[in-house]
């Protein structure tokens, strides 16, 4: 069974730092694509923040390019995103996903599985 188990939100200023991981298990790491996506009431979820599993290369949405970092654990099983230079406009629950995706500018899951989500909440 696939688990991905997020930690690591909370409430910050504007200006500040959150480091966000998750724990994954439950299936083949090299297989699948691992990224962080957010999502407005009513649209698609949106990736943050993906590495590729067959090249490690990364994606990063325009609106957190130069802020946010995605890396992996040496063993794969855990996925880290390190915000900085938080913006309120970066309120959002926060959800790690492992997936197969179509093209990567953005990868677009066509087969995946997510966490519960973490909540992160900049005040201004």
């Known amino acids: 069974e696939v688990q991905l188990v997020e930690s690591g939100g909370g409430l910050v200023q504007a200006g500040g730092s959150l480091r966000l991981s998750c724990a994954a298990s439950?299936?083949?790491?090299?297989?699948?694509?691992i990224g962080w996506f957010r999502q407005d009431p009513g649209k698609d979820r949106e990736a943050v923040a993906c590495?590729?599993?067959?090249?490690?290369?990364?994606y990063y949405a325009d609106s957190v390019k130069g802020r946010f970092t995605i890396t992996t654990g040496d063993a794969k099983d855990t996925a880290y995103l390190q915000m900085n230079s938080l913006k309120p406009e970066d309120t959002y629950t926060y959800y790690c996903?492992?997936?197969?995706?179509?093209?990567?500018?953005?990868?677009?899951?066509?087969?995946?599985?997510w966490g519960q989500g973490t909540q992160v909440t900049v005040s201004s």
């Open positions: 996903e492992a997936f197969i995706a179509i093209g990567r500018e953005p990868p677009t899951p066509v087969y995946g599985s």
């Open positions: 439950g299936f083949a790491y090299d297989d699948y694509d």
């Open positions: 590495i590729n599993s067959d090249d490690g290369t990364t």
